[in-house]
C-alpha cells in the first residue's frame, strides 16, 4: 500500500490528527463540544486508505483507528460502531500475525524489541485494544500467553535475563550498550504486568496469569528505592546492574507516566487489585502519593501526557478511583492547577497524543468535570 505523508499523519495517535479527533469525541460526549465538530475530525482521519501492515499498533493505522470509531461508539451512534465492528476483522489478522511472529522469535531464542511487545507499537498495545473489543477471545487468550512467557526469565551469554530484555537502546540519546531492560509503563514491563492485571479483574484468565502478575510483583519489590523523596523505581536496567542487583541511577526521576514513578505505581495498583494483595496495594498507593508533592512534581516541566503533568494527573485521577484511602484524592485540586498552568504556558506543539495539545486537553476534560472520561481514551495509556 502506498500512503502518502498526509495518510500517515491522519491516522497516528502518536504524531497525527487521529488524537485531535479523539479529543473531539471525549469533548462531544462531555458537552464541551459538540458531535457535528467531532464527525468532521473523525471524517478526516477515516478518509483514504488505512495501513494494516505488521508495523502498525495502538496509536498508528487500524487498530489507532478502531480505537477511535469505538470511543466514538460508546455515544451509541450506530454508525461509529458499525465502522468499528468492519475494522475488528483487520484488527484480528493483523494481531494474528504478529502473534506468530512474536512467538517464532522466542523459540529461535532471540531477544525482544520494543515493537513487539510495548503499548506504543506492540502486542500489549494491541492486546489492550482486543480487551475492549474482544474480551473472551481466543486471540486476546494468545496475546496474555504471550505476556505470561515474556515475563519469564532467560538465559543469555551465561546470564540469566528477564523475558522482556532487548539488545537496542532506550533512547538514541540515551544508550545503554548492550542492550538493557525497560521498566516503564510505555515501553517497559509495567506495560505487560498493567494489561495482564485489567484483564484479570475483567474476568480474562489464562493458565500461568496470576502467576506471572506475582512474579512481576516481586520483581519490581526487588528493585524498589526508597529514599527521603518516597519510594521509586529506576527508568531502566543494564547488564551490570542485573549482575549486581543495584541500580546506578541514584535519584528518582521525573514522576511520569511514561517512565516514572507515576505510571509504574498505577500499574502496581491494578496488579495488587487483581491477586487481591493490600499490602502491595497500600505501598503502589504510597508511592503514587509520594510522587506528587510538590518537590517531585517540580521536575515536571511541560504539559504532555507522556513525559508531563497532564499524563501525571489523569493516572493520579485513575489511581485516586481504586485507592483505599483519600491522599491520592486529596492531591487531585493542585495536580489540576499546574495542569492548567502548564497548557497555558505551553507552546504550540505539532498534533499528537503523548506529547501535543490533544492529549493535554483530554487531560483537561477531565480535571473540568472531575468525571471519569466518557469515551474511555485512557485506556491508550493502560490505566483503566
Same mark, same amino acid.
Given at each position: 500500500m502506498d500512503l502518502t505523508a498526509r495518510d500517515i499523519e491522519r491516522q497516528s495517535l502518536a504524531k497525527g490528527s487521529a488524537a485531535t479527533a479523539l479529543l473531539h469525541i471525549e469533548r462531544a460526549l462531555t458537552g464541551t463540544g459538540d458531535w457535528a465538530t467531532a464527525h468532521a475530525h473523525i471524517k478526516h482521519t477515516t478518509a483514504g486508505p488505512i495501513d494494516s501492515a505488521p508495523h502498525t499498533g495502538l496509536y498508528y493505522g487500524v487498530p489507532a483507528i478502531a480505537f477511535i470509531l469505538h470511543a466514538a461508539g460508546t455515544s451509541g451512534d450506530a454508525r461509529?460502531?458499525?465502522?468499528?465492528?468492519?475494522?475488528?476483522?483487520?484488527?484480528?489478522?493483523?494481531?494474528?500475525?504478529?502473534?506468530?511472529?512474536?512467538?517464532?522469535?522466542?523459540?529461535?531464542?532471540? /531477544?525482544?524489541?520494543?515493537?513487539?511487545?510495548? $503499548?506504543?507499537? +506492540?502486542?500489549? @498495545?494491541?492486546?489492550? %485494544? =482486543?480487551? !475492549?473489543?474482544?474480551?473472551?477471545?481466543?486471540?486476546?487468550?494468545?496475546?496474555?500467553?504471550?505476556?505470561?512467557?515474556?515475563?519469564?526469565?532467560?538465559?543469555?551469554?551465561?546470564?540469566?535475563?528477564?523475558?522482556?530484555?532487548?539488545?537496542?537502546?532506550?533512547?538514541?540519546?540515551?544508550?545503554? /550498550?548492550?542492550?538493557?531492560?525497560?521498566?516503564? $509503563?510505555?515501553? +517497559?514491563?509495567? @506495560?505487560?504486568?498493567? %494489561? =495482564?492485571? !485489567?484483564?484479570?479483574?475483567?474476568?480474562?484468565?489464562?493458565?500461568?496469569?496470576?502467576?506471572?502478575?506475582?512474579?512481576?510483583?516481586?520483581?519490581?519489590?526487588?528493585?524498589?528505592?526508597?529514599?527521603?523523596?518516597?519510594?521509586?523505581?529506576?527508568?531502566?536496567?543494564?547488564?551490570?546492574?542485573?549482575?549486581?542487583g543495584r541500580t546506578n541511577q541514584t535519584t528518582p526521576g521525573r514522576p511520569s507516566w511514561c517512565y516514572g514513578t507515576a505510571g509504574i505505581a498505577r500499574a502496581l495498583q491494578l496488579a495488587a487489585l487483581a491477586i487481591d494483595d493490600p499490602i502491595r496495594r497500600g505501598i503502589a498507593e504510597m508511592a503514587m502519593a509520594e510522587c506528587l508533592t510538590d518537590q517531585q512534581l517540580c521536575k515536571i516541566t511541560g504539559p504532555g501526557l507522556c513525559h508531563g503533568m497532564a499524563g501525571v494527573y489523569q493516572t493520579a485521577f485513575r489511581a485516586a478511583r481504586d485507592a483505599a484511602t483519600p491522599t491520592i484524592d486529596q492531591r487531585l485540586p493542585t495536580l489540576a492547577a499546574a495542569l492548567t498552568q502548564h497548557a497555558a504556558d505551553a507552546p504550540d506543539e505539532a498534533e499528537g497524543l503523548p506529547d501535543g495539545p490533544a492529549g493535554v486537553g483530554l487531560a483537561l476534560e477531565t480535571a473540568r468535570h472531575i468525571t471519569l472520561p466518557r469515551s474511555g481514551w485512557d485506556a491508550c495509556l493502560l490505566i483503566t
Open positions: 461509529y460502531q458499525t465502522a468499528a465492528r468492519a475494522l475488528d476483522k483487520h484488527v484480528t489478522r493483523l494481531a494474528q500475525r504478529r502473534l506468530a511472529t512474536a512467538m517464532e522469535r522466542m523459540r529461535r531464542r532471540m /531477544p525482544a524489541t520494543f515493537a513487539e511487545y510495548d $503499548l506504543f507499537r +506492540g502486542l500489549t @498495545g494491541i492486546g489492550v %485494544l =482486543l480487551l !475492549l473489543r474482544a474480551p473472551g477471545s481466543d486471540l486476546l487468550g494468545g496475546i496474555l500467553n504471550y505476556l505470561i512467557r515474556l515475563s519469564k526469565p532467560r538465559r543469555i551469554d551465561g546470564q540469566e535475563l528477564p523475558g522482556w530484555w532487548v539488545n537496542h537502546d532506550p533512547d538514541p540519546l540515551l544508550p545503554t /550498550p548492550g542492550g538493557h531492560v525497560n521498566v516503564g $509503563l510505555a515501553h +517497559g514491563i509495567a @506495560g505487560p504486568l498493567a %494489561l =495482564l492485571s !485489567l484483564a484479570t479483574l475483567r474476568g480474562c484468565k489464562m493458565p500461568g496469569q496470576i502467576d506471572a502478575i506475582h512474579a512481576l510483583a516481586r520483581w519490581f519489590d526487588q528493585w524498589r528505592q526508597s529514599s527521603q523523596d518516597g519510594l521509586w523505581w529506576p527508568q531502566w536496567l543494564t547488564r551490570n546492574e542485573l549482575r549486581t
